[in-house]
């Protein structure tokens, strides 16, 4: 579960916009309020904040949002005592609160709204209150047996880890198996299994290098893996004589039918990728004369 929180001043407009109809608005809590809608609440809230002038942000607005695994089966009673436990943790429950829930997405969440001065005419220090309503939202989901925030990022980073595997070995296959002739070549066979390769190119028409999309992610090269660089992918391919004469000479190649710029470094890899291609046919064929004779 994930926990947000701010001070706000414009209350009723916050209020009416998350209160529309088409959101399908279900009001599970409420404490110290007889109104239930917009006006009425925020009208009962500012009889309490006309107690304290000096605090123009006197509305606390938080959202609650289980995962959407576990708000799918989450029931209003469920969903209240969520509300109950994190107006606890953040010491909130003595004040006048509202709070509804919207299940007109696939990811139920909560909102919550909280007067922020309270009876004695008090202002909540609202002081890193984004931090600690991650944090109360994170004890609450533990209390309840919930997953946490911290519990949705590992996930996430195992699920791109493994995503950055899958890539890798795609690439290597087309690297050692297509054996592409230029990056042409190489964006279509990858293509084929299905990763988008979109290459990078600055306002000077320069190609910066390649992003590569798969599975929902969108990664450079360099952060799939040191092998997918655009130098290193260069250093891969077995360009053709024509491709290595016009990077050479022009500091260009085409690329998806469009002519772009290539850095003094990237021609530098190309040209001795060639090199060592010419100087090892070279040799295998003073092998064969050898074995011959």
């Known amino acids: 579960m994930i926990g947000m929180g701010k001070s706000i001043s414009h209350t009723s407009a916050s209020m009416a916009y998350g209160l529309r109809e088409e959101k399908k608005p279900e009001i599970i809590h409420s404490q110290y309020l007889a109104g239930e809608t917009p006006k009425e609440i925020t009208q009962e809230f500012r009889t309490i904040q006309q107690q304290n002038h000096n605090c123009k942000k006197n509305t606390l607005s938080f959202v609650l949002s289980p995962t959407i695994k576990d708000g799918k089966e989450m029931r209003n009673q469920e969903l209240q005592d969520i509300t109950k436990r994190f107006l606890k943790q953040m010491k909130l429950q003595e004040n006048q609160a509202v709070a509804f829930v919207h299940r007109n997405r696939k990811h139920v969440h909560i909102h919550l709204y909280v007067n922020r001065i309270n009876f004695q005419g008090k202002a909540y220090k609202d002081s890193f209150i984004g931090k600690q309503s991650q944090q109360a939202a994170e004890r609450v989901a533990k209390?309840?047996?919930?997953?946490?925030?911290?519990?949705?990022?590992?996930?996430?980073?195992?699920?791109?880890?493994?995503?950055?595997?899958?890539?890798?070995?795609?690439?290597?296959?087309?690297?050692?198996?297509?054996?592409?002739?230029?990056?042409?070549?190489?964006?279509?066979?990858?293509?084929?299994?299905?990763?988008?390769?979109?290459?990078?190119?600055?306002?000077?028409?320069?190609?910066?290098?390649?992003?590569?999309?798969?599975?929902?992610?969108?990664?450079?090269?360099?952060?799939?893996?040191?092998?997918?660089?655009?130098n290193k992918i260069a250093e891969q391919i077995g360009f053709n004589r024509s491709v290595v004469e016009k990077a050479k000479t022009e500091n260009a190649m085409k690329l998806m039918g469009k002519t772009v710029n290539l850095s003094p470094k990237l021609v530098a890899k190309i040209a001795t990728k060639a090199i060592s291609r010419t100087i090892k046919r070279t040799i295998d064929k003073g092998i064969g004369i050898e074995i011959g004779m």
């Not at 990022?153 to 592409?180: C, G, Y």
């Open 143 to 230: 209390e309840m047996g919930l997953t946490t925030v911290r519990e949705v990022q590992q996930q996430k980073l195992d699920n791109a880890k493994d995503m950055r595997m899958i890539l890798k070995r795609i690439h290597e296959k087309v690297i050692s198996e297509v054996r592409p002739k230029d990056f042409d070549q190489y964006v279509k066979a990858m293509e084929a299994y299905p990763v988008k390769v979109i290459p990078s190119i600055n306002k000077q028409n320069q190609l910066q290098g390649f992003r590569f999309e798969f599975a929902g992610q969108n990664l450079k090269g360099s952060e799939v893996y040191r092998s997918m660089s655009m």
